[in-house]
């Protein structure tokens, strides 16, 4: 039985009562967001030791990091750091996007060290299989793509992205509008050189109850990926974009009535003007199905402040309505991130997801913020730096900048403003 199918059954599972406890909300609650559609629990029964935490409508915003080996950088142990690092950093889930190496392999190590949701995308996993086999993407066997994502949900993956709604009717669309950067969706690339060179349906979405099969015996979520996405600001909004939303849409329902939980994965890049607009979108169009953004990034002019351009497009977008933000290092667009990209892609995006909260009014958010307001009125330095998103920054910078014995900083000195009027005021 999938969470879902639970929770329409009014049952309340020990994944319901953790990720509950987690948002400091009643277990029923959570239960009835699941059961409406609104949240999603991700939790694949085969992923032990996993904790398990909800996504969606009044909850927190959470936050994903992408890890994963490359052609150019097959290196396990350096995954399994940034694993260590995202999650020390806060990150509520990860995905494994590898494409080198004993890919198998990788994904099941990281999932033996990972007690955060596990996501993948397993057109990858097929698409590099293909070609270590000698053949080429558009080569690729319908019931390998279905093998793939049955093994990957045999181990233990907790939501797969998967480009259901490129269709040859959405390719249509953007081919007859244009589009400056075209396709920049790997899986989304992979999906249409394959319809477009075999002139076939896309099969993920022809054969979309046999996805659901899959994902209901091992209670995967699917993430149904927008393999559209604008991947700059002059693409955003346009009808290829548009018109794979609508399909999505139309799974997103077949899903949940199958039992399946189900969230919809958005853009990418665009204007700031647009975001707003594009979660109402989302929401209406795919009855309320909790919404899964890259940044949105609002500036194509910042490589190696990416992490800063997703921030801005991440809290725009959560405030509007969006429910997890995938996380942009600095090396976006650039290269593979270091452990040091990844750490300040996840503070980045906590901080764009805290920021959310506080708008949205979810519970708790607004009181740490009081908080620290407290404590910086007391010239309390350790409860500022416990309470702030990255105390291990915070910290570095407080003892590196002053010395020990100084009450207020170094920035004001015996000028400092709370030093000065509390004396007088109080």
């Known amino acids: 039985m999938t969470q879902l199918q639970a929770a329409k059954n009014g049952i309340i599972t020990e994944q319901m009562r953790t990720a509950a406890l987690a948002e400091g909300i009643e277990p029923e609650e959570l239960r009835h967001g699941i059961a409406d559609g609104a949240i999603v629990l991700p939790a694949?029964?085969?992923h032990k030791g996993l904790n398990p935490i909800a996504v969606g409508k009044g909850l927190s915003t959470k936050v994903n990091a992408n890890i994963g080996t490359s052609e150019a950088f097959n290196d396990l142990a350096a995954e399994l750091s940034k694993l260590e690092t995202a999650v020390s950093a806060g990150a509520h889930s990860i995905m494994d996007l590898s494409t080198g190496g004993d890919i198998d392999d990788v994904r099941r190590t990281i999932l033996d060290h990972c007690k955060v949701m596990l996501g993948t995308v397993p057109i990858y996993q097929t698409a590099v299989e293909t070609l270590r086999s000698g053949k080429t993407i558009v080569d690729m066997e319908v019931d390998y793509?279905?093998?793939?994502?049955?093994?990957?949900?045999?181990?233990?993956?907790?939501?797969?992205?998967?480009?259901?709604?490129?269709?040859?009717?959405?390719?249509?669309?953007?081919?007859?509008?244009?589009?400056?950067?075209?396709?920049?969706?790997?899986?989304?690339?992979?999906?249409?050189?394959?319809?477009?060179?075999?002139?076939?349906?896309?099969?993920?979405?022809?054969?979309?109850?046999?996805?659901?099969?899959?994902a209901l015996r091992y209670d995967v979520t699917l993430s149904l990926g927008d393999g559209l996405r604008p991947g700059c600001l002059a693409d955003a909004t346009d009808r290829a974009q548009?018109?794979?939303?609508?399909?999505?849409?139309?799974?997103?329902?077949?899903?949940?009535?199958?039992g399946v939980q189900v969230m919809i994965e958005g853009p990418g890049h665009m204007p700031l003007d647009q975001v707003t607009a594009n979660i109402q979108l989302e929401k209406r169009l795919c009855h309320g199905a909790p919404f899964?953004?890259?940044?949105?990034?609002?500036?194509?002019?910042?490589?190696?402040?990416?992490?800063?351009?997703?921030?801005?497009?991440?809290?725009?977008?959560?405030?509007?309505?969006?429910?997890?933000?995938?996380?942009?290092?600095?090396?976006?667009?650039?290269?593979?991130?270091?452990?040091?990209?990844v750490?300040?892609?996840?503070?980045?995006?906590?901080?764009?997801?805290?920021?959310?909260?506080?708008?949205?009014?979810?519970?708790?958010?607004?009181?740490?913020?009081?908080?620290?307001?407290?404590?910086?009125?007391?010239?309390?330095?350790?409860?500022?730096?416990?309470?702030?998103?990255?105390?291990?920054?915070?910290?570095?910078?407080?003892?590196?900048?002053?010395?020990?014995?100084?009450?207020?900083c170094t920035m004001c000195g015996r000028f400092c403003a709370m030093k000065l009027v509390s004396k007088y005021l109080s």
């Not at 548009?242 to 199958?258: D, K, N």
């Not at 607004?366 to 908080?371: E, K, N, T």
């Open 44 to 46: 694949n029964t085969n």
């Open 242 to 258: 548009v018109s794979e939303l609508v399909i999505l849409g139309e799974l997103a329902q077949r899903a949940y009535e199958a």
């Open 292 to 341: 899964y953004v890259l940044g949105p990034l609002v500036t194509d002019i910042a490589p190696g402040y990416d992490h800063i351009t997703a921030a801005i497009g991440g809290a725009i977008a959560a405030a509007a309505g969006a429910d997890f933000l995938c996380y942009v290092t600095p090396a976006e667009h650039l290269g593979l991130p270091s452990s040091g990209d």
């Open 145 to 214: 793509i279905f093998d793939v994502i049955e093994k990957q949900a045999q181990d233990g993956v907790d939501f797969m992205t998967v480009h259901c709604g490129v269709t040859m009717e959405s390719i249509e669309h953007l081919r007859k509008e244009g589009r400056l950067a075209d396709i920049v969706s790997r899986g989304g690339s992979f999906i249409t050189g394959w319809m477009l060179h075999n002139d076939k349906q896309n099969p993920l979405y022809e054969q979309f109850d046999r996805l659901l099969d899959i």
């Open 343 to 408: 750490r300040e892609g996840v503070i980045a995006s906590l901080i764009a997801a805290h920021a959310a909260d506080i708008a949205k009014g979810v519970k708790g958010a607004m009181q740490r913020d009081i908080s620290m307001a407290k404590a910086r009125k007391a010239l309390n330095w350790e409860e500022q730096i416990a309470l702030s998103i990255d105390p291990v920054k915070s910290n570095r910078y407080r003892h590196e900048k002053n010395t020990d014995d100084e009450e207020a």
